[in-house]
Nanobody
Framework: QVQLVESGGGLVQAGGSLRLSCAAS????????MGWYRQAPGKQRELVAS???????NYADYVKGRFTISRDNARNTVYLQMNSLKPDDTAVYYC?????????WGQGTQVTVSS
């Protein structure tokens, strides 16, 4: 089992920045994919960004150039630096780890961007 604990959400004005963190514990594999998804009210959960243990990244088009994902393999932690935030970025952000066929989720952290 893998446990994920997110932190760093909050309320910010449009144009501001936030940094999300997600610490993974438990049975962590060396080869996995860590990432962030988000879900706004009334919408489906969608990928924001992901990163393999080899540091390859994948970003949703709507965050390219504004958000940066990074990870610390020694600490089993993944980060999401969010800059130039927009009201449309308001959502619950979920940390995700994929190991083999297993898919793990954090409890989510609220990000609210005011206009």
């Amino acid at each position: 089992q893998v446990q994920l604990v997110e932190s760093g959400g909050g309320l910010v004005q449009a144009g501001g920045s936030l940094r999300l963190s997600c610490a993974a514990s438990g049975s962590i594999w060396s080869g996995n994919v860590m990432g962030w998804y988000r879900q706004a009210p009334g919408k489906q959960r969608e990928l924001v960004a992901s990163m393999t243990s080899g540091m390859s990244t994948n970003y949703a088009d709507y965050v390219k150039g504004r958000f940066t994902i990074s990870r610390d393999n020694a600490r089993n932690t993944v980060y999401l630096q969010m800059n130039s935030l927009k009201p449309d970025d308001t959502a619950v952000y979920y940390c995700n780890v994929v190991q083999g066929l297993q898919n793990y989720w954090g409890q989510g952290t609220q990000v609210t961007v005011s206009s």
